[in-house]
């Protein structure tokens, strides 16, 4: 079970490290969104563990494709030990972050959207919460798997402004932020649609 975040080669590359570290914490002050700060190490981990392309896709004869969720649960499920179940859980979950916040558009455009991301892997995280040990030594892990899974889309959506190089210049962008704010209630999708002036909200103040 080598192919883990944890085995990048412990980050060589500090500039690809120090950029997503900047990132989140950015994004996240930027949306208002209060963080775990192992939370964020580990999904930094895990962003430089996915900037090697082998680590995203499967390769085979037939070219190179992503693992759909569906299959890795399967994977999960049919485990023949705790450990190979927990391994395969942490990737289901990892994956559907990864992709969810930074392919959100693209999901909004197939027949599986961020709602069944968010849903697989919020759930993947939270199983590996409830079965991480309750000892000193795995009590981090623990509080990040809970707080991935608590939080899933809060950290989607802080992952989703980290990806974004440039302003909404597609409409087929404004509707995939439409449909996933319809489908999650996603705090960021609302505030790029308002900012777009997509769609206005009523305020809830009271006057």
Do not use: C
Request: aromatic fraction near 12%.
């Amino acid at each position: 079970m080598s192919d883990s975040v944890d085995d990048v080669g412990l980050i060589t590359n500090l500039n690809v490290n120090e950029y997503f570290n900047d990132a989140i914490h950015d994004a996240a002050s930027h949306q208002h969104i209060s963080f775990n700060d192992e939370t964020v190490v580990y999904i930094v981990n895990l962003l430089t563990y996915y900037t090697l392309s082998e680590n995203i896709f499967d390769v085979k004869e037939e070219g190179r494709s992503s693992r759909p969720l569906a299959f890795i649960y399967k994977d999960a499920v049919e485990a023949s030990s705790n450990e190979e179940r927990n391994y395969h859980l942490r990737k289901l979950g990892d994956t559907a972050l990864f992709t969810s916040g930074f392919f959100a558009a693209s999901l909004e455009r197939s027949a599986v959207g961020v709602d069944y991301f968010a849903s697989m892997g919020g759930s993947a995280y939270g199983f590996l919460a409830d079965a991480t040990p309750r000892t000193i030594s795995e009590r981090n892990m623990r509080s990040v798997f809970n707080d991935l899974a608590e939080h899933f889309m809060n950290y989607v959506d802080v992952l989703t402004e980290v990806s974004e190089s440039s302003e909404l210049v597609d409409d087929r962008d404004v509707l995939g932020l439409y449909e996933s704010w319809l489908n999650t209630g996603s705090d960021y999708a609302k505030q790029r649609l308002q900012e777009n002036g997509i769609l206005t909200f009523p305020s809830n103040k009271k006057h």
